[in-house]
């Protein structure tokens, strides 16, 4: 069994997406990273980084002790290489995967996450307009980078449907608030529109961690708690030998 330390948001359902196209049986963790369960000690034993996602496989390939892997890149390494599908093992179809693979937690992963960031600062805190213009460019770039891509492929690896493409899908379903035209992008939407309609793929986009708190039950005392601990977050203190 594996379970997956989860919250909804694209790069959790990275996760959840290969682990229902792969079939294997997994537990949801649920990760509320807007109360604060990233901070935790026994979280961060296993994601030193205080994010979500990360797994821990109760049976690894070895027969040792329970494995866990942090960032999601790794994580979709990690589970494709343990159930022998969607990474090729020659060395030149591996590593068109890998390079994907490392373009997304580096480009694309962080670039829209900055720039969903800055266009939701609230007013108090000045004018946002470089740096949403900075992001929006970027996210706009990386579009354009997968539509070229896409043109004459048809995955992003080539002509197998890899973890290359289920790690880069989670972060497009918000083409629209990305202000994104699929018009200006036509590789790129068939690519889209192929994926939208994968079984396994619309199940991992759904994965659900049940029923969440409603939040006008928390109280303003809780609200400046988490504000405290999510907003300006700086480095945590080292153990003390
Ligand atoms: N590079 C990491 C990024 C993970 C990440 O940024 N996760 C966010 C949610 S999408 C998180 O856990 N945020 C908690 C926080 O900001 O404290 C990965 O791909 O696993």
Redesign the pocket.
Known sequence: MIDVHY?P????K?VTILLEELGLPYRIVP?N?GR?D??TDDYLKISP?????AIVDHEPADGGPPLSV????A?MLYLAEKAGRFLPTDVRGKYEVIQWVIWQ?ANQ??KF?ERGHFSRVAPEHGDQSYAQRRFNDETHRIYGVLNNRLYDRRYIAGDDYTIADMISYPWTAGWKAQGIDLGEFKYFKRWFEELSERPALKRGMEASVGEVEDPASVSPEEQERRRKL?YN?RARPAPVA
Request: proline letters at 11%.
């Open positions: 919250w948001t694209p790069n959790g990275k990760v990273i604060g990233q901070f980084n205080n994010r979500m996602p942090f960032e999601s890149g994580i937690m992963g962080p996450g999510l977050q």
